[in-house]
């Protein structure tokens, strides 16, 4: 294998041979195929695609650069759920410990904010004292205790994926649609799962806000899941809105927490009780998803999920007392209204300006390095098709100085447009269903 | 400037701000902008090519990274000649000597062997002794003396544009038309010229084969002159087939000295007189260029500038002798002919095979630490059109080894084809003549 003769190949278009995928990336992973060479192959892959026997076998060597769990012991099936991230999405949290109340494992490998989105780790640690860097062995305790267990990628898992998408970042190959599918497949296919659930974003606050893109996203990552022998089945969902009322980490658990009592907004629900009963079906625990997720629905009104919820926390080192009490959660010195100017109907609630805003109020990481304010973010938001009145409150600004609220309440009058003439058409909540059947 | 941003609107094709690409470079040299980054930003100019004004950008801030000599105090116009790259192409020795002695400085810069292609460098140090690693005040000294000098890239000229070709010499994105342009004129505009001479090479011979990829590089290289006041003439010139009847280091030198005694093959007096031809025409010596050619042809058969390339030997620490007796060239110990299998006409003698076969026996480099074997190479080649009997001499072979001669036989029983039917069509020798006017 040349490596410059691989570039060229992919630069013009032409399908590899496997092979040569797999000593490319050997050779990068051992020192003889060097960053920028990788970088220029990034590039050309960005241009002309993959083919799936070339995608292949990239998920292949990033999924065997590390370690793969073997959860074959446990006496159930193992079933995660991923997002393709958008913003207000804090649906794993109240659905982890809904689909272990089923009698399903959820060894839930998760991620950070990343760009205007957020994340479930940094979700996660607003509540104080909790970890999510548990080592594998403990995070083994947890799952086998709970059915389930809430951490980030661990070092072992897929180390290539992690310098290939270090390289992507810097280099504008972020939005490849192989690449994505081959960093989310690799790292899920080491977590040792009987079945996989897509929650593939499609809209303006998605990463792919193209409904083709979304579609061959998804399609990719089912086909990559079958040829493992992995079932996975996707759902898009709708990010032309944030989903739900709150946005923002601390403000977020809040509201995961009102949905595991129950409570909470409706778009929240619906789309947690929907995976749920794909990830019902696909475990055995319902006859099929719409069964299922009419069973996730009767649980979660039960409190139990709840109270799995609040073993967690307290097994992952948080502070139990916060299911109870969300009013120990982190609180922003600053909190604002933002109201209706005028009567009217919101047209449109835009997610990217929103997520970007909270990012920049200190509720996510414009670089890495950056520590996380848990407590800032924008809550009570309105949803689009809300017919209001002048002064009616449209989403609450929670920020650590008077001119971070400020800006975020101009950014917020951008984002959330009252309708003057035809309603725009919100994307249905739950789109279509993509399997390998 | 965000380097991402920069990497990403390359991708996208959109034009990008000089400004951006500017301190994108800039960032290079400084060490905040990566390889990799540069890497991928290279193969995104590789699918989208470059605006004039993204290129002058470019140039301007390789020429700008080194020294830019000064010679105006030089009493004649300065004009140097530069060739893409061919197979037998050993224009460069007769022609500097020969426009020197028309009163025109020629303080040449040349370039080493390349693929399948020579270097003037590696010809020049056939001869026993010769430098051409001169540090710049003694390249002044002979360039003063002799009106000309011939000498390597030193490493004070555009050092960008030497990190950016070991960029793309290894990330597959040499084959670009304005990167490859932006190579070539930063070192050139770097030479102090009043005047530059292009030899576009054209033909499966040529790095760039094609016909109209030949004309868009002149152009491109005629512009970027133009842009910063360098009067630039470009030919193009046949590489279907080799020029003259000699390829390889010392024989190559050999047939120069022919050249300069008034003797060697016509096609490489014809493109050797066409190119001074260009040179004195641009340096005020001549008309115009088919005069020019003329007078050069006169000062050729003069004999006067075999002496000045005798001097220029002896001054650059070469055995002078050399020239009056080419015997004293290198020599290989293996001599082996080529024969005729039959009656025919030469229908093809393909370059770039001899080329590599050349390289092959130890007369270029396959990696940059390669020694040169000055003595290998083929010479007598026959040359297309030509009718022959069988047991007529094709070619002679001069190898180190018995079994490398072996080897060059095969190559040339696949590189000279006899013909049977249909002629095949040679490209004319000096076709288009692209110039600013």
Do not use: W
């Given at each position: 294998m040349n490596p410059v003769r691989v570039i060229e190949a992919k630069r013009d278009g032409r399908e590899l041979d496997p092979e040569d995928i797999r000593a490319f990336l050997l050779g990068f992973l051992e020192g003889t195929v060097e960053e920028p060479q990788v970088a220029a192959f990034l590039m050309a892959v960005y241009y002309h695609g993959m083919t799936p026997a070339e995608l292949g076998a990239l998920v292949e060597v990033m999924l065997h650069s590390g370690a793969v769990l073997e959860l074959d012991h446990l006496p159930a099936a193992r079933i995660d759920k991923h997002s393709t991230g958008g913003v207000g999405d804090k649906v794993s949290l109240p659905l982890a410990p809904l689909v272990a109340e089923a009698g399903i494992y959820v060894p839930m490998m998760s991620g950070r904010g990343l760009g205007h989105t957020g994340g479930t780790l940094d979700k996660l640690e607003a509540i104080p004292g909790f970890r999510t860097d548990l080592a594998l062995p403990r995070f083994m305790e947890v799952l086998e205790a709970e059915r389930m267990a809430m951490i980030g990628?661990?070092?072992?898992?897929?180390?290539l994926d992690r310098r290939l998408y270090a390289l992507r970042s810097v280099t504008?190959?972020?939005?490849?649609i192989p690449l994505i599918a081959a960093s989310i497949m690799s790292k899920k296919l080491a977590e040792g799962l009987t079945g996989l659930v897509l929650d593939v974003k499609t809209g303006s606050?998605?990463?792919?806000?193209?409904l083709d893109a979304s579609r061959e996203l998804a399609r990719t990552m089912v086909a990559l899941g079958r040829e493992r022998g992995l079932p996975v089945v996707a759902r898009l969902t709708a990010m032309d809105r944030p989903l739900g009322q709150a946005v923002g980490n601390a403000l977020e658990v809040a509201e995961s927490l009102a949905c595991l009592r129950g409570e909470g907004p409706d778009d929240l629900r619906t789309v947690v009780l929907a995976l749920a009963g794909e990830m019902l079906a696909m475990g055995g625990a319902a006859p099929d998803a719409d069964v299922g997720a009419e069973q996730a629905g009767a649980l979660l009104d039960s409190g139990l999920p709840l109270e799995r919820f609040r073993r967690m926390v307290e097994a992952q080192?948080?502070?139990?007392?916060v299911v109870d009490d969300p009013g120990r959660l982190p609180k922003a010195p600053v909190v604002r209204e933002f109201l209706a100017p005028?009567?009217?109907?919101?047209a449109a609630v835009l997610p990217r300006p929103i997520g970007v805003g909270v990012v920049e109020m200190g509720g996510g990481r414009v670089r890495l390095a950056d520590t996380i304010d848990p407590s800032v973010g924008v809550d009570a938001l309105v949803a689009p098709g809300t017919p209001v009145d002048a002064g009616d409150l449209l989403a609450r600004v929670h920020a650590r100085t008077e001119s971070d609220a400020r800006r975020m309440l101009a950014v917020l009058e951008a984002a959330v447009l009252l309708d003057d003439g035809d309603p725009q058409r919100p994307l249905p909540l739950l789109g279509e269903r993509i399997s390998a059947g």
């Amino acid at each position: 294998m040349n490596p410059v003769r691989v570039i060229e190949a992919k630069r013009d278009g032409r399908e590899l041979d496997p092979e040569d995928i797999r000593a490319f990336l050997l050779g990068f992973l051992e020192g003889t195929v060097e960053e920028p060479q990788v970088a220029a192959f990034l590039m050309a892959v960005y241009y002309h695609g993959m083919t799936p026997a070339e995608l292949g076998a990239l998920v292949e060597v990033m999924l065997h650069s590390g370690a793969v769990l073997e959860l074959d012991h446990l006496p159930a099936a193992r079933i995660d759920k991923h997002s393709t991230g958008g913003v207000g999405d804090k649906v794993s949290l109240p659905l982890a410990p809904l689909v272990a109340e089923a009698g399903i494992y959820v060894p839930m490998m998760s991620g950070r904010g990343l760009g205007h989105t957020g994340g479930t780790l940094d979700k996660l640690e607003a509540i104080p004292g909790f970890r999510t860097d548990l080592a594998l062995p403990r995070f083994m305790e947890v799952l086998e205790a709970e059915r389930m267990a809430m951490i980030g990628q661990t070092a072992e898992i897929a180390p290539l994926d992690r310098r290939l998408y270090a390289l992507r970042s810097v280099t504008g190959t972020v939005p490849s649609i192989p690449l994505i599918a081959a960093s989310i497949m690799s790292k899920k296919l080491a977590e040792g799962l009987t079945g996989l659930v897509l929650d593939v974003k499609t809209g303006s606050g998605a990463f792919l806000a193209d409904l083709d893109a979304s579609r061959e996203l998804a399609r990719t990552m089912v086909a990559l899941g079958r040829e493992r022998g992995l079932p996975v089945v996707a759902r898009l969902t709708a990010m032309d809105r944030p989903l739900g009322q709150a946005v923002g980490n601390a403000l977020e658990v809040a509201e995961s927490l009102a949905c595991l009592r129950g409570e909470g907004p409706d778009d929240l629900r619906t789309v947690v009780l929907a995976l749920a009963g794909e990830m019902l079906a696909m475990g055995g625990a319902a006859p099929d998803a719409d069964v299922g997720a009419e069973q996730a629905g009767a649980l979660l009104d039960s409190g139990l999920p709840l109270e799995r919820f609040r073993r967690m926390v307290e097994a992952q080192g948080g502070d139990a007392a916060v299911v109870d009490d969300p009013g120990r959660l982190p609180k922003a010195p600053v909190v604002r209204e933002f109201l209706a100017p005028r009567r009217g109907r919101v047209a449109a609630v835009l997610p990217r300006p929103i997520g970007v805003g909270v990012v920049e109020m200190g509720g996510g990481r414009v670089r890495l390095a950056d520590t996380i304010d848990p407590s800032v973010g924008v809550d009570a938001l309105v949803a689009p098709g809300t017919p209001v009145d002048a002064g009616d409150l449209l989403a609450r600004v929670h920020a650590r100085t008077e001119s971070d609220a400020r800006r975020m309440l101009a950014v917020l009058e951008a984002a959330v447009l009252l309708d003057d003439g035809d309603p725009q058409r919100p994307l249905p909540l739950l789109g279509e269903r993509i399997s390998a059947g």
